[in-house]
């Protein structure tokens, strides 16, 4: 057969720029090459889906309002009573820890198979991305989100002594 060789070292065949043997893996990605993505590429625009009966008719409004002031989403907003639109960094916030807020809010979210599957896909996605980029895997604590937001509410139970004067009594 013309255009074959089997010389060691040399490719097998015409154009052949593969591995030379099954144990060579220098033809793969090694961490951290070509995963330089731009911001644009990176933010994320999800949906979230509510359930209809529910005592608050605009659950994506109240949705919104919300999630304005969490760390890491750039964008809410409620195109409908029932349906939310988020853009986020995935690299500071997941859909995950969005939508486990919503629900610790008492929101109702839709729980169709298909909202599901979408939502085990985008967790997926997301983790491979965080994982890729040599960020640490999300603690899911939902807590930081509503201790974020506590921290910028403006309210009477804030004691500006120092600690060791708050103990002095």
């Known amino acids: 057969v013309s255009g074959w060789k089997l010389n060691a070292g040399q490719p097998i065949g015409l154009g052949y720029n593969g591995p030379r043997s099954a144990f060579d893996l220098s033809h793969r990605i090694q961490p951290g090459d070509a995963m330089d993505i731009t911001d644009a590429d990176r933010i994320r625009t999800r949906e979230v889906l509510f359930h209809e009966p529910h005592p608050n ?6 949705a919104a309002s919300f999630l304005a002031e969490v760390e890491g ?10 349906r939310l639109r988020v853009r986020y960094d995935p690299l500071l916030v997941s859909l995950r820890e969005i939508e486990s807020a919503l629900t610790e809010l008492g929101l109702h979210l839709d729980g169709s198979l298909m909202q599901r599957l979408r939502r085990a896909l985008f967790d997926y996605a997301e983790e491979t991305l965080r994982a890729n980029h040599g960020h640490p895997p999300y603690d899911h604590c939902v807590k930081k989100v509503f201790a974020k937001r506590y921290e910028l509410i403006e309210h009477g139970c804030r004691d500006d002594r120092p600690e060791h004067w708050r103990r002095y009594l």
């Not at 008719?57 to 109240?62: K, M, V, Y």
Request: hydrophobic letters at 45%; glycine letters at 6%.
């Open 57 to 62: 008719p605009d659950q994506a409004g109240t």
């Open 73 to 82: 989403v750039l964008f809410a907003a409620a195109p409908s009573p029932n």
